[in-house]
């Protein structure tokens, strides 16, 4: 466990081969690693955006009329700042929104409500497979009664370090995954 004030910083380590060596740690090391990993970062939700979704948005230099994310998508909880997705790989998407949230529970404060299917709401599009991401959880495979036909089966992403989601979907085995714009902040420092 990392302590914050006045820990004491061993000089030294003794190796396992054997007690006559010792192992110099580099300076400032142990306080490296016990530095959270948010650091001084500037994030934004979607919201603070004056133009909204087009103020986080590239153009794709390799396709016509294709748009990117433009900053590193990050964990929206207060705290954690994970980074979920690096800018210029997600594909900006207007598509049908998805029954994420259960009715049942009362949502997390610093998650955005989605609107409610068959409306439409905002994506980033990440493909053909989960290594594209940083840092992304998947839960269980849900049974999904589904107000979209077709879906099924779904996984939800949540945040890999804090556990925070509902922050996006995939259909089980599937090459698409789907992050809502609203669920994530926007790394512009």
Not at 116 to 130: E, R
Request: aromatic share 8%; proline share 9%; glycine share 8%.
């Amino acid at each position: 466990m990392c302590e914050t004030s006045q820990s004491k910083q061993p000089a030294e380590l003794a190796p396992a081969t054997g007690p006559d060596q010792s192992v110099s740690l580099p300076p400032g090391l142990i306080e490296a690693l016990c530095r959270p990993s948010a650091q001084n970062s500037v994030t934004r939700s979607l919201q603070d955006f004056d133009n909204g979704v087009m103020d986080v948005c590239s153009t794709d230099v390799t396709k016509q009329g294709v748009l990117k994310n433009k900053y590193d998508l990050t964990c929206p909880r207060t705290g954690c700042g994970c980074v979920i997705l690096k800018h210029n790989v997600g594909m900006w998407v207007e598509g049908a929104s998805v029954g994420m949230d259960d009715p049942n529970r009362t949502l997390h404060p610093d998650l955005t409500p989605l609107p409610v299917p068959p409306a439409t709401t905002h994506w980033w599009l990440i493909t053909p497979s989960p290594m594209e991401f940083e840092n992304i959880g998947f839960t269980r495979a849900v049974q999904f009664s589904s107000e979209t036909p077709g879906m099924q089966t779904l996984k939800w992403f949540i945040c890999a370090e804090c556990d925070l989601g509902p922050l996006g979907w995939t259909e089980e085995g599937g090459k698409e995954f789907w992050l809502a714009c609203s669920r994530v902040r926007y790394k512009v420092q």
